[in-house]
């Protein structure tokens, strides 16, 4: 046997079970990609506003450029010789925008959650986290050193039995939740969380905004935002790299938080900065971002459209509360033979399985954009039912 061996046989497991992962070599060409040679509708992307593609919008950037070019890299971490003035600035007007004490960039989300648990949570520290946190909460937790308990997903009937029988046993508590859950579409209870706060008074709230930053809220704040709850979360995390067309992401916090994690959060103590370059293109867009109201109106509208009809035809509960819509079949082999139909009728459809998703839950997962039209959504949904029915 060579040493390779077991890494070939482990591969081939995940092709019989429909799991193997490989890059999909496609080109993008505005809200379409191509692949060999087919143009497919987007209905798989993150860029939720449709501000990816918008070229006045990289236009105006680089005009700007002319007056002051920002650095390309950071060559350090900000700790080092890497902190550039381009931070602070974005630091500043976040923290104003959110009407809170501070605000400190990550490279990504990722990035910040691997990062921020691990460095506020000690052993005395109780993590308790919604069950269908991403990925990366999940690393984070296992690289802190905190026990830590999964609540049923959006039940607060279960996390308040935790928070009851555990809150007198640790200095704190941190429940840890997204505010739109990524692969469900569904909201968390932000006010009923902040409840809880309230009534116990070791709880702090860690969410994870990373698909409700420039989405929801009147100021495009996120879903804190349209539930009147941004002065109450401990943690408000969020990502550039979705609805703001760029890349790192931020947590809105006290200034004691903030500089707490300076002195103890390994990946942003040992890790080189986001280039200034990356984050001046951030600031412009969150700038602008109270401007973009008319796409977040039309995602709504397309959002309630898109729900609603895959509910009635399907005949289930409304299948989300947002612009992510899953489209769940079950099973693995289905639903990429469903996806692969779709993809073939020009639409760019993925399959999401497990381990993103929890056995048995595969789907797939429509993500809709502002920049789609209410005749494209019309097309799709007809080849939808078609495609499912066949
Ligand atoms: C995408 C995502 C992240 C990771 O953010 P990146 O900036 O892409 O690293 C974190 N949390 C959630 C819920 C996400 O969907």
Request: hydrophobic share 40%; proline share 4%; aromatic share 10%.
């Amino acid at each position: 046997m060579s040493k390779s061996d077991y890494f070939a046989v482990q591969l081939e497991k995940l092709r019989q079970k429909e799991q193997y992962r490989r890059f999909p070599q496609i080109v993008h060409k505005g809200k379409f990609v191509e692949q060999n040679g087919r143009s497919m509708l987007n209905l798989a992307s993150n860029d939720y506003l449709g501000l990816a593609n918008d070229d006045a919008l990289q236009q105006a950037f680089l005009e700007k450029l002319a007056e002051k070019r920002p650095h390309f890299t950071s060559s350090s971490s900000r700790l080092l010789t890497g902190n550039f003035s381009e931070y602070e600035s974005l630091e500043q007007q976040m923290a104003e925008a959110f009407q809170r004490e501070a605000c400190l960039l990550f490279n990504s989300g990722y990035h910040a959650n691997i990062g921020i648990l691990p460095a506020v949570a000690n052993k005395q520290t109780l993590i308790v986290a919604d069950k269908l946190v991403h990925a990366s909460i999940i690393d984070g937790i296992r690289l802190s050193d905190a026990p830590f308990v999964r609540y049923r997903h959006n039940d607060y009937a279960h996390l308040h039995e935790i928070l009851q029988k555990q809150h007198l046993n640790y200095e704190r508590i941190i429940v840890v939740t997204e505010s739109l859950f990524s692969m469900d579409g569904d909201f968390a209870d932000l006010p009923q969380l902040v409840e809880f706060k309230r009534q116990f008074g070791n709880v702090m709230l860690y969410v994870d905004e990373a698909h409700g930053i420039g989405v929801y809220g009147e100021q495009g704040l996120g879903v804190a935002e349209q539930m009147n709850c941004l002065p109450y979360i401990d943690f408000l995390v969020g990502t550039f790299g979705k609805a703001l067309a760029s890349m790192g992401a931020y947590v809105v916090c006290d200034q004691v938080i903030k500089d707490y994690l300076i002195n103890t959060m390994r990946p942003l103590i040992f890790s080189t900065a986001l280039p200034p370059f990356n984050v001046a293109w951030t600031e412009f867009l969150f700038e602008k971002r109270p401007h973009f109201q008319a796409k977040r109106q039309h995602l709504m509208q397309l959002s309630a459209r898109l729900r609603h009809v895959v509910a009635e035809k399907l005949n289930m509960p409304m299948p989300s509360e947002s612009h992510i819509v899953p489209f769940i079949l079950g099973d693995n082999q289905c639903t990429v033979q469903t996806a692969q139909r779709l993809q073939q009728q020009g639409y760019y459809c993925l399959p999401i399985r497990p381990p993103t998703v929890p056995v048995g839950t595969s789907r797939i997962r429509l993500s809709l954009t502002a920049d789609i039209t209410h005749d494209e959504l019309e097309q799709f949904i007809e080849q939808l039912f078609l495609c499912n029915i066949n």
